[in-house]
Each structure stands twice: as structure tokens, then as C-alpha cells.
């Protein structure tokens, strides 16, 4: 299975680029930056890794971006990412940024943008990977600043396939972002955003009615409320589902108690990501290993949770076709 697994061309729909810095990179990026980092060693900051909710994680990671200052940095985060998922693979990327993130850091917007375009291009040339790019607004932050960060960014809205919604869930219904998202349609931009991680099912049906998503990020809670699901199978809407980050999160106990069977059995369009790789315990080979022994799922489920990710990835048409 696991050669099967690692063979398998894997197209991964939710994860955060900065979710991608290696405690070895980070390390590396805070000498190169004279950035003093919290830990004495990469074993350390490793150790450091272990989370009761979103919120405790969230901290970590903010942190850990901290190091990343220059274009260089965000190219090296990119492409590190981009070459260990190419040696799992991953042949398609769509991948969230949180500039609000960098620019609160002082890092500008083009610093970030041609870190992470270069890498892209890169990837496409000397990979054969390709990516698509979301730039995903932080909802614990005011719903005005999310607003100015999409004007800001009108050099890049041709170069974007969506924007997206994330960081802490609670509280901070979708209904918060309304006016960001309706600019972004205006715009003729694709929008997704994170729904029912540690939020309530009503926040699925809010992103959907409210923020018009094409797909939800997460989704696993949907299952508290059985009108949600039926509109969830019924609109066929993708569940980008990060089964070993909803354990390092404790969005679940361990992974046996996942709800992804039942998704499944429901009749929902799920794929499978890895969200945040370096702090959750592993990229795509590893989320598919674990749910392999999990679940005990033969081939033909994994085929098929590959076909729904090709089905929803942002790719040309040909590129889709190359896929399938
Ligand atoms: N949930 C919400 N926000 C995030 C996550 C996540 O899993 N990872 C990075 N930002
Ligand atoms: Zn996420």
C-alpha cells in the first residue's frame, strides 16, 4: 500500500504555505535573517509541537513565519515544500498564503508575491508540478483590513485562482467577510474558505450562502447537522479534509474516531490534504498512510478521493485532462 500510495499522482487541495516551514529551514532562514529563534534546536522547536486546539497552534505558526523577511525566503519555504511533495507524489498544489500575516511583520506584498510566483514557475519547469495560488485573509482580524490587503493586491488578482478564509474559526462567523468576498466576485475571483473545523455546521451553510465558496476547507462538522450534509452531497461541494491535522488539533481524539468514513458513506465529495505538513506530522504520503491503517481503505477509495481533488483543483483544462 504504501508504494501504492506514494505512487499514486496526488493532487492536494488545502495547505498553507507557511504550514510547510521545517523547523531545519526555519533554523536556517533566522541565521541567514540574524532572527533569534524561542528554540536551542531543531529538536526543540519539534518537541514544541504539540497543540490542544487551533488557537495553541495558531501561536506556533505566526511565529515560526517570523523568520521569513526577504523574496529569497519565501522562495526557498516554496520550493523546499514543492520538492519533498514532488517526491511524494504530489503533482498538484492548490496552495493557501496569509499575507495579512507578513504584512502586519512589515514584510510588503510584492516581497511575498514574487517569492512565491517565482517558485511556482520553477516548479512548473523543473518539476512538473503545478500550483495554484489562494490568498487566504486571516478572520480574527478586522473584516476593513482584509478589504484594503484585496486592493492592495490588484497587481497580482490576475495571477490568483482564489481567495480563502482562515486562521480561528470561533466567533468569527463567514457572515464577518461578506463585503470581502462580494469585491472578490465582483472581481471574478474563486472563493473557498475554512467552514466547520472547530466552527459550528451553521458556518458551512454560511460560507456557502453568505460568502458563495466553491468549496469548503475542512467541513468535518457538517456531520451535526443533517441538512447540511444533504446539501452538501446534493451541490456535490468538495470537503478538502486534513485528517492529521484535525488529530493534532484535537478536532478528533485519534484517528480512528475520524469522521471520514462517514463522509464517505454519506456521499460527500471528499479529498484529502495535509493543511500545515511540518506541524501536523507529515505531507500527503503520510495523511494517506495513516488513513490506509485507519480505515483500512483499499485502493479504489484513495482513486477515487483523487479523482474528486483533480476534479476541483485550479488547473487549466489540459492540465486536467493530463491528470485524470
Ligand atoms: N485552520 C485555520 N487556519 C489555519 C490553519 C487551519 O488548520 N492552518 C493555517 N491557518
Ligand atoms: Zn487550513
Known amino acids: 500500500m504504501h508504494d501504492f500510495l506514494r505512487d499514486l499522482p496526488k493532487v492536494e487541495l488545502h495547505l498553507h504555505i507557511e504550514g510547510s516551514l521545517e523547523p531545519e529551514l526555519m533554523f536556517a532562514l533566522a541565521q541567514r535573517n540574524g532572527i533569534d529563534l524561542p528554540y536551542a534546536t531543531v529538536q526543540e522547536a519539534k518537541n514544541a509541537y504539540l497543540f490542544s486546539n487551533l488557537q495553541e497552534f495558531l501561536a506556533l505558526y505566526f511565529q515560526g513565519m517570523n523568520v521569513l523577511r526577504k523574496e529569497e525566503d519565501f522562495y526557498d519555504l516554496a520550493m523546499d515544500y514543492f520538492k519533498r511533495a514532488r517526491g511524494e507524489g504530489v503533482v498538484h498544489i492548490d496552495m ?62 490576475k495571477m490568483l485562482d482564489a481567495i480563502g478564509l482562515d486562521s480561528a474559526e470561533q466567533n468569527n462567523p463567514p457572515a464577518k467577510f461578506v463585503d470581502l468576498f462580494n469585491r472578490a466576485k465582483q472581481l471574478g475571483l474563486v472563493r473557498v474558505a475554512h467552514a466547520g473545523e472547530e466552527g459550528p455546521a ?7 450562502d453568505i460568502l458563495d465558496v466553491q468549496r469548503i476547507d475542512h467541513g468535518v462538522r457538517c456531520l451535526e447537522s443533517d441538512e447540511v450534509v444533504a446539501r452538501l452531497r446534493r451541490e456535490q461541494i468538495v470537503l478538502t479534509v486534513c485528517p492529521l491535522s484535525n488529530v493534532s488539533l484535537k478536532v478528533v481524539e485519534n484517528l480512528r474516531d475520524h469522521p471520514l468514513p462517514k463522509l464517505l458513506a454519506e456521499g460527500l465529495k471528499v479529498t484529502i490534504s495535509s493543511d500545515d505538513p511540518a506541524y501536523f506530522g507529515g505531507g500527503m504520503l503520510s495523511n494517506h498512510m495513516a488513513c490506509a491503517e485507519a480505515f483500512g481503505w483499499d485502493k479504489s477509495v484513495f482513486r477515487q478521493l483523487t479523482f474528486n481533488a483533480i476534479d476541483e483543483a485550479f488547473v487549466t483544462n489540459d492540465r486536467r485532462e493530463e491528470l485524470r
Open 202 to 208: 451553521e458556518y458551512i451553510n454560511e460560507a456557502l
Open 96 to 157: 493557501h498564503f496569509d499575507p495579512q500575516a507578513h504584512l502586519q511583520r512589515g514584510v510588503p506584498l510584492d516581497v511575498v508575491m514574487s517569492g512565491l510566483l517565482k517558485a511556482k514557475q520553477v516548479a512548473a519547469e523543473t518539476l512538473d508540478l503545478t500550483i495554484g495560488l489562494i490568498m487566504a485573509f486571516l478572520r480574527d482580524r478586522p473584516a476593513e483590513e482584509a478589504l484594503h490587503v484585496l486592493e492592495q493586491a490588484a497587481p497580482y488578482w
